[in-house]
């Protein structure tokens, strides 16, 4: 059975290594680097009368969203939880805001000014953390379908930062459309400058992959029948180059053996410069800066039987199959920890 990026297997092996620290900020470096990022959005309430700096409402209130707010008293509760540690990094002359404060500004604030504003400030985070992976996936929102005011289920196109397990950005795919439209506007939202962006076969599409090098990114793409010639193409060498040992063919080659839960996965990378081909690849030059075709082997030995799945991807990265398979292996990350987010989000869990 051929298939993209699927969920991974649980293993006992699956953690990563502790990232290190951070070196420590001063007060007035933090809240200089918000001002650089909020400095557009204007304060609604203005200088007269004010009891709170501007920025540290807008920040209280974000860090509440993050940590799982879901109202005005929440974002009140969080800010009087945490205020000694927000003291540390924000100026809070008068204490923590009321829920009323945080209501009348983010009533009055521009919708768009904070969005820019607000994107600005994560593709900060995301160059300061160095979050290199980033998997870009759709999800239907189940349950969001309503047959009686003919609404169409929900549709959504997210990224996900998997290493530091960072959720960058959403779009929603319009109606008559699908993800093909609404990956190129999602990318647009993020500085993936440097980053490695990874795609299901739906996105696998050559004005992605153009988008996502004239970023300044790389790709890895799962390749399906969606692109039926190239796929064929693509399974047909590696078959051969397997029966003849690679006799002649200069490849990278990765294996890993994870077990846990009554199971084990072997997973097998091979991974070959597109110089090693003797053959264009069909419409090779339509996609951008492609380097490296990828063939992943998972076979997992159950209780009770044995799977076997092959999958291709097509990536703009050097053929270093260790790192190619971290990187896919990534990808999963979002099926495992994003969706399930958004679920919670759409129905206030």
């Known amino acids: ?89 924000l100026a809070l002359p008068n204490g923590i805001p009321s829920a009323d404060t945080y209501r009348r500004v983010f009533e009055q604030i521009s919708p768009s000014a904070f969005e820019g504003s607000f994107n600005s400030w994560l593709s900060s985070l995301v160059r300061d953390l160095g979050a290199q992976v980033i998997p870009i996936d759709g999800k239907q929102l189940k349950s969001s379908y309503d047959r009686n005011q003919s609404k169409s289920a929900l549709h959504m196109v997210s990224a996900w930062a998997s290493e530091h397990r960072l959720f960058l950005g959403q779009v929603k795919v319009e109606d008559k459309t699908n993800e093909i439209t609404a990956i190129p506007a999602l990318l647009e939202l993020l500085d993936i400058c440097g980053c490695i962006i990874t795609i299901d076969a739906m996105g696998t599409q050559h004005q992605i992959a153009h988008s996502i090098r004239a970023l300044g990114a790389d790709y890895v793409l799962a390749l399906k029948g969606n692109h039926p010639t190239l796929f064929e193409q693509v399974k047909q060498w590696f078959e051969t180059a397997v029966d003849n040992n690679f006799e002649g063919i200069d490849y990278s080659y990765d294996v890993r053996v994870e077990s846990g839960h009554h199971r084990t996965e072997k997973r097998q990378v091979w991974a070959v410069s597109l110089e090693q081909i003797d053959q264009d690849l069909y419409k090779q030059s339509q996609w951008s800066g492609l380097k490296t075709i990828v063939m992943v082997i998972r076979t997992r030995h159950l209780w009770n039987k044995t799977t076997r799945e092959v999958m291709f991807y097509l990536t703009s990265l050097p053929p270093n199959a260790q790192k190619l398979g971290k990187t896919i292996r990534q990808h999963w990350s979002i099926e495992n920890q994003l969706h399930a987010r958004i679920r919670c989000d759409f129905w206030g869990g």
């Open 1 to 89: 059975m051929v298939i993209g990026f699927d969920k991974p297997t649980k293993s006992t092996y699956t953690s990563s290594p502790s990232l290190p620290l951070q070196p420590a900020l001063d007060v007035q470096q933090v809240q200089q680097q918000m001002l650089e990022h909020f400095e557009h959005l204007s304060d609604p309430l203005r200088k007269q009368g004010v009891l709170h700096p501007f920025v540290s409402i807008v920040m209280i209130a974000l860090l509440a969203t993050i940590g799982g707010a879901t109202g005005w008293e929440d974002i009140e509760t969080y800010g009087i939880s945490y205020q000694h540690w927000l003291s540390r990094f």
